[in-house]
């Protein structure tokens, strides 16, 4: 399905279901995630806002219901957490130019996060982190573009660890990441 196609069809689904174009197939995603998943988010979404308000930087952080849309790759997806460096057009409510994409997985659409939306992910031209997170573990798989080039992923393990995010200026432990959802 086109992109233009699919937003006509968003304008008539259930107000409480959510769908995703990717790479031109309809998806319906799951409603209701598990608290661990939302905690989890929140974690993420909130350690890198603070991280850009104290750099005074331009980088945003949006969370699950702000689009990733790409009219060249027949996308409109919904990543959990999403950043965006720059300006947003006021009213916007898509960009095409993330900067860096997590994924918390769970077990229904992990699958889905880990090859078909990285399949997408990967070709838009600003991204430069495309992050996996475990919901149950603390366990992190990283892709990152090194000079315009994917170079695999790295595996991130234990609440000791640090995830680097050098194209947007930051750094997580995996300790904030999992704060009141694991402990030591």
Not at 13 to 41: D, F, Q, S, T
Not at 42 to 67: H, K, M, P, W, Y
Not at 106 to 123: I, N, T
Not at 154 to 181: C, F, K, M, N
Request: glycine share 8%; net charge negative.
């Amino acid at each position: 399905m086109a992109l233009d196609d699919f937003e006509e069809l968003l304008a008539d689904k259930p107000r409480n279901e959510r769908w995703e174009l990717i790479g031109g197939r309809v998806v319906r995603m799951m409603v209701g995630a598990r608290w661990e998943h939302a905690r989890i988010v929140q974690n993420i979404a909130r350690r890198l806002g603070n991280q850009f308000d104290a750099a005074g930087g331009s980088c945003q952080v949006f969370t699950e219901t702000f689009f990733m849309k790409s009219r060249a790759l027949e996308a409109a997806m919904l990543p959990d957490v999403i950043v965006v460096c720059g300006e947003i057009a006021p009213g916007a409510t898509s960009v095409d130019n993330p900067r860096v994409l997590f994924e918390v997985l769970s077990p229904g659409p992990e699958a889905r996060d880990r090859f078909e939306k990285w399949q997408v992910s990967q070709r838009l031209p600003a991204l430069q982190h495309y992050v996996l997170v475990a919901r149950d573990r603390p366990h992190l798989e990283v892709y990152d573009r090194v000079d315009g080039v994917w170079r695999g992923f790295q595996v991130i393990e234990g609440l000791d660890g640090t995830l680097d995010l050098p194209a947007i200026g930051v750094t997580l432990s995996l300790r904030e990441i999992y704060q009141r959802v694991l402990s030591d």
